[in-house]
């Protein structure tokens, strides 16, 4: 039960923004500050815009900022835009199909029950509440 | 979020073991039954051995059962034997230590607490109830 390296830069590049306001800042300034590599930085940027978290300005002195205010970015909401998805359970094992107890796992059950409660913790929480 | 495979392979002997009622029950058994590799399933019965949820009687009509009665599993209890550790939250990448957020990182905060909630969905169960 990891949260992906995706969630979590996904988590610091919000983070930085809502730190310097509605300034636009340059990619290369976040991927400086907050120590990540500029390739891993834009796929996750483009996901973040995709997404309606995160405004981009083109041009010579554009840049990114938050789209929206901190207090209307809900972490539950980020999570799942960036890969988490917690109401699926595959079978873990990519084999699962030879699973004896697949047709009736009631163990599925349980774990969704438990993500879903993972989830409306995630949900309780909005931006401005982590900064 | 994923259960690992070591967890996952481990709740399949539980379940298999606790269908067969108290008979001894060979390794090969549950490899072939349960589509596990036998190399992989010997460290899982080995930690689940340690754990006491498994018993092993040595010798040629030796094989291995369930330690206790389904309802005194619980299946907490078993994510966390197995390797879960939810409750601490490593900062996700190892290179953390340059994240500009580390020292008061309230992100770190919500995620222990989703994941106490996680655990405390699955604290609620124990192997009767998933049989």
Known sequence: M????????????????????????????????????KNHLVKVIQNLVHSDFVNSVRGKHGGIRLARAPELINLGDVARQTGMNLDEVDCFDTSGHDCPFVNDCKLKHVIRNARRSYMAIMDGYTLDAIL
């Not at 923004?17 to 300034?23: E, I, S, V």
């Open 2 to 37: 990891r949260v992906t390296l995706f969630t979590e830069y996904s988590f610091k590049v919000l983070l930085y923004l809502a730190g310097r306001d509605a300034a636009l800042v340059t990619v290369e300034e976040v991927a400086r500050e907050c120590h990540m590599s």
